[in-house]
Structure formats: structure tokens, C-alpha cells
T-cell receptor, first 115, second 115 residues
Framework: GNSVTQMEGPVTLSEEAFLTINCTYTATGYPSLFWYVQYPGEGLQLLLKATKADDKGSNKGFEATYRKETTSFHLEKGSVQVSDSAVYFCALRTIRDNYGQNFVFGPGTRLSVLP | KAGVTQTPRYLIKTRGQQVTLSCSPISGHRSVSWYQQTPGQGLQFLFEYFSETQRNKGNFPGRFSGRQFSNSRSEMNVSTLELGDSALYLC??????????????FGNGTRLTVT
């Protein structure tokens, strides 16, 4: 079946450090890939997405490139801020015939950024 | 545009009772999905509705059910509550139809505690 694997957290960084959160996936067909972020007490918010191989998704300084050859979608940011502290979820979506879409989420990686 | 609205935000119930959670999607969105989020199991897919029809279902027992109304609003019901049903229940909407690439937009969830 489809699955998403993320690096274990928590990840603790100092402000302005470089961030990488690894994500690899297993899926049949050609999934779309997403990163979502969850702040305390809130639901998940879409951070970025990529729908085909070699696409790069970007938003708010975060980037991720869809690598089909390594089945990866690693999240990066050049300089993190305290406000980036949250839980980050990697997810994939496949189409299930014509009757719905399957979204599969990774376990999440908690990021803490210290001032 | 208003986001996904879930009510209530918090619920406390006793084992054996039943509960109904409500979700209003973003205006114009026709697909609604439900997820259960727990620290141990992460995000698990419950079901997806589109045009009042269940399109996809996760691996949850029959105690978990849902429905969607003609205005796209959705409810989920859990009967005969168990302690293990304590979780954050997230609703997500997307514009649909089935095969489009629109991402999920999440509400802030309903925190259910079963005692």
C-alpha cells in the first residue's frame, strides 16, 4: 500500500539555522506530494505541493522538490524563525479510480526553533 | 472567504455514549473528508464524501459513520464510544471533483475526550 516516512523528531534548531526534514514515500502510480504544517491548537495548513516529477513547491521560504528517482520530497528552509515552530507533515495523494482520492500522511516532525 | 468550520471545538463524553460532529466546508467546496488524529497513530483517514455520496472509506469499525448534506455540510457520528476514540477529529474540504488536483483545506478540529 501507499505510505510516507518522515525523519523522527523532535528537531531543535537555533534561529537562522538551515532546516531539512526528510520525507520518502511508497506509492503506486504517480502521486501528488504535499507538505502541511500544524500549529498548536489548530488544524493542518497546506504549506506547499508538487504534482509531478521534478516540480518544486515553494512557500514562505520553504521549498521541496519532487524526486521520483529517489521517491523523496524533502522540505528545506534556508533560515528558520521562531515562528516556524510547529509540526510538519509530508503527504501523498493518489487517485482511486474515479471514486475519491487517497491522502496518506506521514507521522509528522515536530520542529522547535530557539531564539 | 471563510475557512472550514468545525463544531464543537471540544467534547467530553462517557463510554457507551454516541457523539455527532459537524463540519461546514469552504464555500463552493463539494468534497469533505474526515480524519482522526492521535499521538500514537497520527492522522488516519476515516471517509470522504462528494455530492452527498461516500466515495472512500478508511479502516474504521462500523461505529464510525458520516453523511453529507445537499449544501455540502457534513456530519460524522461515533456510536458506543470507547476510551480509544479520544482524539482530535479533523475535517477537510477541497473543491473537487474527484480527479482534480486541489489540496485539502483543514478545519481546526474537534477535540473529543471519552471518559
Amino acid at each position: 500500500g501507499n505510505s510516507v516516512t518522515q525523519m523522527e523528531g523532535p528537531v531543535t534548531l537555533s534561529e537562522e539555522a538551515f532546516l531539512t526534514i526528510n520525507c520518502t514515500y511508497t506509492a503506486t502510480g504517480y502521486p501528488s506530494l504535499f507538505w502541511y504544517v500544524q500549529y498548536p491548537g489548530e488544524g493542518l495548513q497546506l504549506l506547499l505541493k508538487a504534482t509531478k516529477a521534478d516540480d518544486k513547491g515553494s512557500n514562505k521560504g520553504f521549498e521541496a522538490t519532487y524526486r521520483k528517482e529517489t521517491t523523496s520530497f524533502h522540505l528545506e528552509k534556508g533560515s528558520v524563525q521562531v515562528s516556524d515552530s510547529a509540526v510538519y507533515f509530508c503527504a501523498l495523494r493518489t487517485i482511486r479510480d474515479n471514486y475519491g482520492q487517497n491522502f496518506v500522511f506521514g507521522p509528522g516532525t515536530r520542529l522547535s526553533v530557539l531564539p | 472567504k471563510a475557512g472550514v468550520t468545525q463544531t464543537p471545538r471540544y467534547l467530553i463524553k462517557t463510554r457507551g455514549q454516541q457523539v455527532t460532529l459537524s463540519c461546514s466546508p469552504i464555500s463552493g467546496h463539494r468534497s469533505v473528508s474526515w480524519y482522526q488524529q492521535t499521538p500514537g497513530q497520527g492522522l488516519q483517514f476515516l471517509f470522504e464524501y462528494f455530492s452527498e455520496t461516500q466515495r472512500n472509506k478508511g479502516n474504521f469499525p462500523g461505529r464510525f459513520s458520516g453523511r453529507q448534506f445537499s449544501n455540502s455540510r457534513s456530519e460524522m457520528n461515533v456510536s458506543t464510544l470507547e476510551l480509544g476514540d479520544s482524539a482530535l477529529y479533523l475535517c477537510a474540504s477541497r473543491s473537487g471533483p474527484v480527479r482534480d488536483n486541489s489540496p485539502l483545506h483543514f478545519g481546526n478540529g474537534t477535540r473529543l475526550t471519552v471518559t
